[in-house]
């Protein structure tokens, strides 16, 4: 009988560190919340819907006519305000929150209770989702703040050349690989040198840095979209 019960305890820790396992990959691959709720679901079965802070479905792991029920938005709300998890029978409720405020809630609706083990993994995908949702909050915020900032120091009339636009396209899609640069634009190392100093004296020396260069990327990305 111990033995069993200590079985039992593994096999849950087991479980739990796999899905563990899996959440953190998703958030490491870039996916998104509806990846989140696919992968809870399979985990502890059942449905999962996750709600933002103002209580609409952003994620479904299938079933999206149940999106919409009252008893599930019902215990989402209460679950966000009181920032506490809830539990009522086959219904649960986690919040989504960080330190300073909520963002929604991870709602599940199994066939039966859920066990210790599930509430654990539930709880577990309530932070994942959190980390997802501010990841992608930043990454609004800062797409914004590229639209504005660099776009104006990178596009502006001094920059609309399109010979040097393009060799700084061409340099980051190379690694700012002089020759590779210069095979691909048909020019000679010495040019793409010289366009590349322009670049620096326009953006700064950190431009080359790999976070500088991951929004002039996006700078260069937008560019191309508001132009075709």
């Not at 008893?71 to 219904?91: F, K, M, N, P, V």
């Not at 199994?110 to 210790?116: F, H, K, L, M, R």
């Not at 020019?187 to 431009?207: D, F, K, Y």
Request: charged content about 25%; hydrophobic content about 40%.
């Amino acid at each position: 009988m111990a033995n069993a019960t200590v079985r039992s305890h593994v096999d849950d820790l087991e479980r739990s560190a796999d899905v563990h396992e899996r959440l953190t990959k998703l958030v490491l691959q870039g996916k998104g919340v509806d990846e989140v709720a696919t992968a809870t679901a399979t985990a502890v079965p059942g449905h999962v819907l996750v709600l933002d802070e103002h209580g609409t479905a952003v994620a479904t792991s299938g079933g999206a006519d149940r999106a919409g029920e009252p008893e599930l938005a019902g215990i989402g709300a209460e679950a966000r305000t009181s920032g506490h998890t809830l539990l009522r029978g086959r219904l649960c409720a986690f919040p989504i929150i960080t330190e300073s405020e909520p963002l929604g809630t991870v709602v599940h609706l199994g066939p039966a209770p859920i066990s210790d083990t599930d509430r654990r993994i539930l709880e577990r995908a309530a932070l994942v989702a959190a980390l997802v949702l501010v990841t992608r909050r930043r990454m609004g915020e800062a797409e914004a703040r590229v639209r504005g900032e660099l776009l104006r120091d990178l596009l502006t009339q001094q920059t609309t050349d399109h010979d040097l636009l393009r060799t700084l396209e061409v340099s980051c899609a190379t690694n700012q690989n002089t020759r590779g640069t210069a095979q691909e634009l048909h020019l000679h190392p010495n040019t793409v040198s010289q366009r590349s100093a322009r670049i620096s004296r326009l953006l700064g020396e950190t431009w080359r840095q790999a976070d500088h260069l991951l929004e002039i990327q996006v700078a260069l990305r937008l560019h191309r979209v508001s132009t075709t």
